[in-house]
């Protein structure tokens, strides 16, 4: 795989195909623990590599923070988790300044949110003040605790995970946290097949816990260089652009995509390509992509919701409306 002319990046086209052979380490090390779910393994490390945040949304024991820990498991990095409840502080997520009487001075205690990889899990659970303490570092990958700002280091990602049908103790996300997730994502039940294996598998062992790293800090930012590098036509852009502003003028919508989520959808696309060997993005990848990465930020309109009408369905039926580019 070749780099375009004009790409920003500092890596070669020889090393940009040893970093997808990298990419493919982790997704086969995640896929020996996530049976069956091989479309959900690609998105999440599409969210890795277009340095996004992924919110994974569905009902208990389908495998969320297995699908999370797998994930930081395969790489040899920093990772740390935190048990979302109603009495979580910021403080708990962000860190603290202490007073040392020794130095007798303050020093900051950094908080979990100091890792390369976070998990969240079952956010909604905390309160709104709590996960909003998540929105400078998710958005700007940095932190500022009295007056002071640290920088997060790279690779940084929040996997967040919450449960939609328990209502009681929960705080919905507001709209301006999810629009900070790149993609969310359903586990959805395993087929019979996938979870006969499951219990082939899970039933004698963990093989969570036989897990070992298969790419280090520093190939994940490598990789994140290379994705980066990789070529988007000003049709492709335009194409973009307007399956973001057709769900700011759809009657079936009160909320359409923000400007955020139109960066998101380049970058994840920019992911989506890399992944499929390619060092150009083309509008299939927009397609496949558009869904998972905006139908989470819109609000159906009271029409629409009267004909029960999810924003998935709403999306899906924009994706095919907007006229497709032609590239060649």
Do not use: W
Request: glycine share 6%.
């Amino acid at each position: 795989m070749a780099v375009r002319q004009g790409a920003d990046t500092d890596v070669d086209a020889e090393r940009l195909e040893d970093l997808v052979e990298v990419a493919h380490r982790i997704r086969a090390a995640i896929e020996s623990v996530i049976e069956g779910k091989g479309d959900v393994v690609r998105l999440t490390l599409t969210v890795l590599l277009a340095e996004g945040h992924l919110l994974i949304e569905d009902v208990p024991g389908v495998g969320k923070t297995m699908l999370a820990k797998a994930l930081a498991r395969s790489i040899d990095c920093p990772v740390r988790r935190v048990q979302f409840t109603p009495d979580l502080l910021p403080s708990d997520i962000t860190g603290v300044s202490a007073y040392n009487q020794q130095t007798r001075d303050f020093e900051f205690k950094p908080g979990p949110v100091f890792a390369n990889i976070v998990v969240g899990d079952e956010i909604n659970r905390a309160s709104p003040k709590t996960q909003s303490a998540l929105l400078e570092c998710m958005e700007e990958h940095q932190v500022t605790v009295d007056g002071v700002t640290y920088t997060l280091e790279s690779p940084f990602m929040v996997i967040a995970t919450q449960n939609p049908i328990e209502m009681e103790g929960t705080y919905p996300l507001p709209e301006a946290q999810r629009d900070r997730f790149t993609v969310k994502i359903a586990m959805g039940y395993p087929d019979p097949a996938a979870e006969l294996e499951m219990l082939d598998v899970h039933g004698a062992s963990q093989p969570l816990a036989k897990l070992e790293p298969v790419a280090t800090t520093a190939e994940v930012q490598a990789l994140i260089r290379g994705v980066r590098a990789v070529y988007v036509s000003q049709s492709v852009k335009k194409y973009a652009i307007g399956l973001v502003d057709a769900t700011r003028h759809s009657p079936d919508l009160r909320l359409g995509a923000s400007p955020r989520a139109t960066l998101h959808l380049v970058r994840a696309a920019r992911a989506h390509a890399a992944l499929s060997g390619r060092d150009y993005v083309i509008p299939d990848d927009l397609q496949d992509l558009a869904v998972p990465v905006l139908a989470h930020r819109l609000l159906p309109s009271l029409e629409a919701q009267g004909q029960r009408r999810h924003p998935e369905q709403v999306m899906t039926e924009l994706v095919r409306r907007v006229p497709v580019p032609d590239t060649k």
